[in-house]
């Protein structure tokens, strides 16, 4: 029999384990530490948010994103004619234009609205790496629910759908890089 301190006995042969009386009223009587951490609420976070700096980053998340935009899906051929190929499904150029302004204040709000997230999860600012971690997290998530559930909906085919699957994760990871770079200035 091997003895530890404070009344635990170890039997070598069988493995039991016995422990006295004195050992279980210490354990009870010790300060128990909290089983999960305090969440904070969404005010708390709110108000610890640098929102000059939010806006920033919005701001040059949204100037990213249409400039990777403008260079994938407008200047280089590879998506421009896969779109071509379904004229009844997307808007030509000409279309595309009139109601741009709309997609432009869309999209600057969505990204706001992603850089306010990155500030309550990140809130010492953590870089451009953390970003484009979280950047990569919201192009899965843009991958899943939008391109891969478009090819559901319409009458597209893989060609389409893998190039924008590609062309989108990387976009939202430079989006969130920059989201990341900036707010952390």
């Given at each position: 029999m091997t003895h530890f301190s404070r009344g635990v006995r170890v039997r070598r042969t069988t493995?039991?384990?016995?422990?006295?009386?004195?050992?279980?009223?210490?354990?009870?009587?010790?300060?128990?530490?909290?089983?999960?951490?305090r969440w904070s609420t969404l005010p708390e976070m709110m108000g610890s948010m640098n929102y000059g700096r939010v806006l920033l980053a919005a701001a040059g998340g949204f100037v990213a994103y249409f400039a990777f935009g403008f260079?994938?899906?407008?200047?280089?051929?590879?998506?421009?004619?896969?779109?071509?190929?379904?004229p009844a499904v997307y808007r030509n150029q000409d279309g595309i234009k009139k109601v741009m302004p709309i997609g432009m204040v869309a999209m600057f709000i969505a990204i706001l609205v992603l850089a306010g997230l990155y500030a309550m999860c990140c809130q010492q600012g953590y870089g451009p790496l953390d970003g484009a971690g979280f950047g990569a997290a919201i192009g899965l998530f843009a991958v899943c629910s939008f391109v891969l559930h478009n090819h559901v909906n319409l009458n597209i085919g893989w060609a389409l759908t893998w190039k924008q699957a590609v062309a989108y994760f990387l976009e939202w990871t430079i989006v969130g890089a920059v989201i990341g770079w900036i707010y952390k200035m």
């Open positions: 493995g039991e384990i016995t422990i006295s009386y004195n050992v279980i009223v210490y354990l009870s009587r010790r300060k128990k530490a909290k089983t999960s951490p260079l994938v899906f407008g200047a280089l051929p590879l998506l421009r004619e896969e779109y071509a190929k379904y």
